[in-house]
T-cell receptor, first 114, second 113 residues
Framework: ETGVTQTPRHLVMGMTNKKSLKCEQH?????MYWYKQSAKKPLELMFV???????ENNSVPSRFSPECPNSSHLFLHLHTLQPEDSALYLCASSQTGSTGDEQYFGPGTRLTVT | KNQVEQSPQSLIILEGKNCTLQCNYTVSPFSNLRWYKQDTGRGPVSLTIMTFSENTKSNGRYTATLDADTKQSSLHITASQLSDSASYICVVTEYYGNNRLAFGKGNQVVVIP
């Protein structure tokens, strides 16, 4: 595997379910990001981790819970989601969290909440 | 109001033709401006990057321009191919704070034979 991988690629879940999205980067980077991409809207930054510490939480509802156990892995735990949470969830990584570092994106998880 | 505005929202062009996509931004100061290509069902991939002092950058058939005075950028696609069908996203990196990016909504380009 190379670059940034995400699993699953597609997920359908009910509002009472609990699920997790997984992201893994094979680039040796130290910063990882979660984004939400909804139709006809710009990407929205959700969380930023640098050296496994959360450095940014962009007013995301508590039903989204990130976890970064090491610099290569990032999870997004989901529970009690709403239909408006249906979107493409993108993970990205960069060498550091410094301004200007290119962010490399994974293919995304297409989430549908029913 | 979004800090990065792109036009046109969508565009259909014939294979082999050229097209130009526009990006206007209000982010100031900024570190760099990138154009990303996002194929359907995929994550965005960087095409070009320009700092505030650069005016143009090419990547094969893609040429990006930047006018930092008017806060405008464009992406020109030459001799379009079917594989150019994608969303093209203008992304401006804010100068301060945790590598924060300001995204446009994207230009949806469809190339038809």
């Amino acid at each position: 595997e190379t670059g940034v991988t995400q699993t699953p690629r597609h997920l359908v879940m009910g509002m009472t379910n609990k699920k997790s999205l997984k992201c893994e980067q094979h680039l040796g980077h130290n910063a990882m990001y979660w984004y939400k991409q909804s139709a006809k809207k710009p990407l929205e930054l959700m969380f930023v981790y640098s050296l496994e510490e959360r450095v940014e939480n962009n007013s995301v509802p508590s039903r989204f819970s990130p976890e970064c156990p090491n610099s290569s892995h990032l999870f997004l735990h989901l529970h009690t989601l709403q239909p408006e949470d249906s979107a493409l969830y993108l993970c990205a990584s960069s060498q550091t969290g410094s301004t200007g570092d290119e962010q490399y994106f994974g293919p995304g998880t297409r989430l549908t909440v029913t | 109001k979004n800090q990065v505005e792109q036009s046109p929202q969508s565009l259909i062009i014939l294979e082999g033709k050229n097209c130009t996509l526009q990006c206007n931004y209000t982010v100031s100061p900024f570190s760099n401006l990138r154009w990303y290509k996002q194929d359907t069902g995929r994550g965005p991939v960087s095409l070009t990057i320009m700092t505030f002092s650069e005016n143009t950058k090419s990547n094969g058939r893609y040429t990006a321009t930047l006018d930092a005075d008017t806060k405008q950028s464009s992406l020109h696609i030459t001799a379009s191919q079917l594989s150019d069908s994608a969303s093209y996203i203008c992304v401006v990196t804010e100068y301060y704070g945790n590598n924060r990016l300001a995204f446009g909504k994207g230009n949806q380009v469809v190339v038809i034979p």
